[in-house]
């Protein structure tokens, strides 16, 4: 692992293999650490696992403005450029698929391909959004005021992870200590400036996109699978998977089925790209 200097502060990356870069980005509570078990199924790929900020072993700025989406897609295309990356596939799982969207619709020359797990474009209904923003900052208040510990107690019980009670004791407790190490300020900060109370809804410009997009859901949580057929509707060129017998993190239910679906999808559309190219050169 190591600390990249992205705009005055440091982003915690992991940069795994060679060929073609998979950017990897966890969902909130979470780290680059999320994606550790899959990484050797994606052999081909220069796998780049980031902690997003606030999370994981990067920084924990004060201002909860340094979060916004926007700089949040600075960072990352100019993490991009001090790896030499010049454009990637973007898996983005959760809170990460929001991220990977926005950065797919403001910096489209970087990317070829977009992989959303459980993701959502936004809350379009104004009032709703409201409501969630003031939800959050009272979420963000209850984090630094009873710690960690107890915010991530809170956050398992959710009726949304409620399938995950299914899993190994041993792979629960694995989750358990990567949301531990993050720091209070961090969690706080990142639900008040890129939760999806305050962030820019994507719906109505999913349309822009012109790469190839996978959407994964389980099976399970039926909030997002209506969601993933929102978006699969609304863009150009995208496959829908829905995955038996999962919930809202396929990659930890159905960890077989999640990784064989994401590389069939990469290597058909990197065969894809180098028909292009032939045509490009004819």
């Given at each position: 692992m190591t600390r990249v200097a992205v705009n005055g502060m440091h982003l915690n990356v992991e940069v795994r293999g060679e060929g073609p870069a998979l950017l990897l980005l966890h969902g909130f509570t979470g780290?680059?650490?999320?994606?550790?078990?899959?990484?050797?199924?994606?052999?081909?790929?220069?796998?780049?696992?980031?902690?997003?900020?606030?999370?994981?072993?990067?920084d924990c700025p004060p201002d909860p403005a340094r979060y916004r989406m926007e700089r949040c897609?600075?960072?990352?295309?100019?993490?991009?450029?001090?790896?030499?990356?010049?454009?990637?596939?973007?898996?983005?799982?959760?809170?990460?698929?929001?991220?990977?969207?926005?950065?797919?619709?403001?910096?489209?020359?970087r990317l070829w391909a977009l992989v959303l797990e459980s993701a959502s474009a936004g809350i379009e209904d104004a009032a709703e959004r409201e409501e969630r923003a003031r939800s959050d900052a009272a979420l963000a208040e209850a984090i630094e005021r009873d710690g960690v510990a107890a915010f991530v107690d809170r956050w398992q019980d959710q009726p949304l992870f409620a399938s995950q009670a299914r899993l190994p004791a041993a792979i629960r407790e694995e989750v358990r200590r990567q949301r531990l190490r993050n720091d209070p300020r961090g969690l706080a900060n990142s639900l008040r400036g890129m939760g999806a109370g305050v962030q820019e809804p994507l719906l109505n410009r999913l349309g822009e996109l012109r790469v190839p997009v996978l959407l994964l859901a389980g099976a399970l949580d039926e909030k997002y699978c209506a969601l993933a057929?929102?978006?699969?509707?609304?863009?150009?060129?995208?496959?829908?998977?829905v995955v038996p017998e999962a919930g809202h993190a396929v990659h930890l239910e159905r960890p077989e089925t999640f990784v064989g679906a994401v590389r069939e999808f990469l290597v058909g559309c990197l065969a894809g790209e180098r028909r292009k190219e032939r045509e490009r050169c004819r």
């Open positions: 780290s680059g650490a999320t994606w550790t078990p899959h990484l050797e199924a994606w052999e081909g790929f220069t796998t780049v696992a980031v902690d997003l900020l606030g999370h994981g072993q990067s897609v600075e960072d990352l295309t100019v993490l991009l450029d001090e790896l030499g990356i010049r454009r990637a596939v973007v898996l983005g799982y959760s809170m990460g698929g929001r991220v990977a969207l926005h950065l797919a619709l403001h910096a489209p020359e057929r929102l978006m699969a509707a609304a863009l150009p060129c995208a496959r829908l998977e």
